[in-house]
């Protein structure tokens, strides 16, 4: 076989400068143009992830936030509630002692207003009492009960220990004023010689004695000298039971008072 090497040469030749045309004109282009998508697209892609990322970092901050929103609101919530809670307790407590101050009051005014009533009442007994002892006594009195009158006060008189009759003694001859005799009823002559006997047998030494009459005795003698008072009268014994009615009524609020104490 027979080949022209030149043809062949020229051929080679052609061919590689169709190569070269070809890469410079139609494939370099095209390489070039692929490459600049490539890195087009890498571009895309490393923007696409720094959005990503960043899209990413906003999402995790949003989380964030919306977390510590709803960590504060329930803190929120829970700090109002524990507020109200504790302001409501407080409204409770408040209330409960005002309560408690109105009861106490109104328990003060109406055991204030118990004891007048019944300081009222034990006043108006005693009175009463002892109005009607001393009515009684006036009504009985007479010839035959001053007699008794005069009788009971010598006995007391001379029933006097020696302790008081020496003292009353030492105040008699201490100075000379004159001795007084006041009875619930004119006294009698032998009454008042009876009188004057008792007090020098008493004292050891006369004096003379001024008589006066005064109905609030009420069957009764008073003898005073000198600062010294002795006297017998059934104004004594009312006044002994006019205290023993207001005892004996105070007794008795004191145990109701006692009982509503433990029954409340």
């Known amino acids: 076989m027979f080949i022209n090497w030149f043809t062949l040469i020229a051929q080679i030749i052609n061919f590689m400068i169709l190569i070269w045309l070809l890469k410079r004109f139609l494939y370099g282009p095209i390489l070039e143009?692929?490459?600049?998508?490539?890195?087009?697209?890498?571009?895309?892609?490393?923007?696409?992830?720094?959005?990503?990322?960043?899209?990413?970092?906003?999402?995790?901050?949003?989380?964030?936030?919306?977390?510590?929103?709803?960590s504060q609101r329930a803190a929120l919530l829970n700090k109002a509630a524990e507020e109200a809670k504790n302001a409501r307790l407080r409204?409770?407590?408040?209330?409960?002692?005002?309560?408690?101050?109105?009861?106490?009051?109104?328990?003060?005014?109406?055991?204030?207003?118990?004891?007048?009533?019944?300081?009222?009442?034990v006043n108006r007994i005693r009175a009463e009492v002892t109005?009607?002892?001393?009515?009684?006594?006036?009504?009985?009195?007479?010839?035959?009960?001053?007699?008794?009158?005069?009788?009971v006060f010598i006995e007391r008189l001379r029933g006097l220990d020696?302790?008081?009759?020496?003292?009353?003694?030492?105040?008699l001859n201490s100075n000379q004023a004159p001795v007084k005799v006041c009875g619930a009823f004119e006294l009698a002559a032998p009454q008042r010689a009876a009188i004057e006997n008792a007090f020098a047998e008493t004292f050891g030494a006369g004096r003379a004695?001024?008589?006066?009459?005064?109905p609030e005795l009420i069957c009764g003698i008073e003898l005073t000298a000198s600062g010294y008072r002795?006297?017998?009268?059934v104004s004594d014994y009312l006044a002994s039971l006019e205290k023993s009615v207001g005892e004996i009524f105070s007794e008795k609020t004191k145990t109701e008072l006692k009982a509503d104490g433990n029954g409340a």
């Open 33 to 70: 143009a692929i490459d600049e998508r490539e890195k087009s697209i890498s571009g895309r892609f490393v923007d696409a992830n720094a959005k990503a990322d960043a899209a990413d970092k906003q999402k995790d901050e949003f989380r964030r936030k919306n977390e510590e929103m709803e």
């Open 91 to 121: 409204m409770i407590e408040e209330a409960r002692g005002e309560v408690e101050k109105l009861r106490a009051q109104l328990g003060d005014t109406l055991e204030k207003e118990r004891r007048e009533f019944e300081h009222e009442i």
């Open 131 to 151: 109005q009607t002892a001393r009515a009684a006594l006036s009504d009985l009195a007479g010839a035959r009960l001053e007699e008794r009158m005069a009788e």
């Open 162 to 171: 020696a302790e008081t009759k020496e003292r009353v003694t030492g105040i």
């Open 209 to 214: 004695i001024n008589y006066e009459t005064s």
């Open 230 to 233: 002795f006297v017998w009268s």
